[in-house]
């Protein structure tokens, strides 16, 4: 019930829900005020949502806490990659990977630096028994010289605490081992919130942040790809609030 609950509020995250319901508002109210209003909202709204500067700021102070814990020259056991990488495509039997990719991009370079000793996908598109496919994905890492062995895959996942709890049941010793928590920058502190919740410590060490030049003129242009930016923030910061009172009403 609670993961249901969690999908519909999420699409509160997005900004686009609420200028069109303000534009809405304008088309259908009959005072000229309120039309008025309304039209200025949305423009305003339009300009914050489409500005770099103002995401990089919101981004920045979500994250500024949970960016790396990593230890010089600690050798870790497991590098947890969160899911929400990627998918599969069977008419072509290959990864369709997005753009937090950098989870498992990053999962890789450290595996190849010997940072980690064994890479551990918790739930991801690619490998989801009903709509992945976990033998594609160990066929294309040995591609890149990473053995199967080396491959461990949590299925069962649907959402972030459920990451956790099914990944500790299958790997017991993530409560005595060193183990390295690697996903998107938005994404980590919420996780981090699950893996403590359920008895763990990781070291943790973000991927994908969002950056954008000063120097670059067109960063003063509004870039509606920052709307999509926005939502996975806004989803992390409802999806904070959820599970904290989730937390209190198992309490």
Known sequence: MFYILSRFAAMLASPVIYLVGLLLIAVFVESRKVKRVCLLSVLFLFLLFT??????????WWTRDT???????QVYTYGVVLGGFGGYNPESDQLDFNRSADRLWEAIQLYKAGRIRKIVIASDG??????GNAQTFIRQMSYLDIPATDILIEKKALNTDENAIYTLQMLPDLKTEPF??????????????CFRAAGMNPDYHSTDRFYEPIS?????????????EWYSLGHEWIGTVS??????NEK
Do not use: C, Q
């Not at 500005?51 to 920045?60: I, K, S, W």
């Not at 670059?216 to 999509?228: C, H, Y």
């Not at 599970?243 to 209190?248: C, D, G, K, S, W």
């Open 51 to 60: 500005n770099n500067f103002v995401y990089e700021a919101a981004e920045r």
């Open 67 to 73: 960016l790396s814990s990593m230890k010089a020259g």
């Open 126 to 131: 690619t490998t989801h028994p009903d709509y």
């Open 180 to 193: 390295l928590l690697i996903t998107s920058a938005v994404h980590m502190r919420r996780s981090l919130d």
């Open 216 to 228: 670059r003129w067109e960063s003063w242009v509004p870039d509606l790809t920052l709307l999509d």
């Open 243 to 248: 599970y904290e009172i989730a937390l209190r």
